[in-house]
């Protein structure tokens, strides 16, 4: 498994940006497919986006396509949220995520096997 850590969360006026980063340990980290999720109060923890081991591939949510991009540097053990466009429905907690086999052909949260301590967005409108 890796221990993953989020940050770059924060309060942000509608129409900003912010970029997530989720720091990985562990030097089998560009073996796992990764994935952002969130979960804002009331609500169940929902699916944002994923990448593929090597970065090739990516997925997006409806609520993310064209204004959220993830990307990955194995050389960095890092993988990355941009955040464009932000909406105060966007306010959430976000969680980074590690899936072991690579892939994102499933992309539930219980596909996940580990996950972080999540990073507070919020977006004020």
């Known amino acids: 498994q890796v221990q993953l850590v989020e940050s770059g969360g924060g309060l942000v006026q509608a129409g900003g940006s912010l970029r997530l980063s989720c720091a990985a340990s562990g030097r089998t980290f560009r073996s796992y497919a990764m994935g952002w999720f969130r979960q804002a109060p009331g609500k169940e923890r929902e699916f944002v986006a994923a990448i593929n081991w090597n970065g090739g591939t990516t997925y997006y949510a409806e609520c993310a396509k064209g204004r959220f991009t993830i990307s990955r540097d194995n050389a960095k053990n890092t993988v990355y949220l941009q955040m464009n466009s932000l909406k105060p429905e966007d306010t959430a907690i976000y969680y980074c995520?590690?899936?072991?086999?690579?892939?994102?052909?499933?992309?539930?949260?219980?596909?996940?096997?580990?996950w972080g301590q999540g990073t507070q967005v919020t977006v004020s409108s």
């Open positions: 995520a590690a899936k072991a086999d690579g892939s994102i052909g499933y992309r539930r949260a219980s596909d996940f096997g580990s």
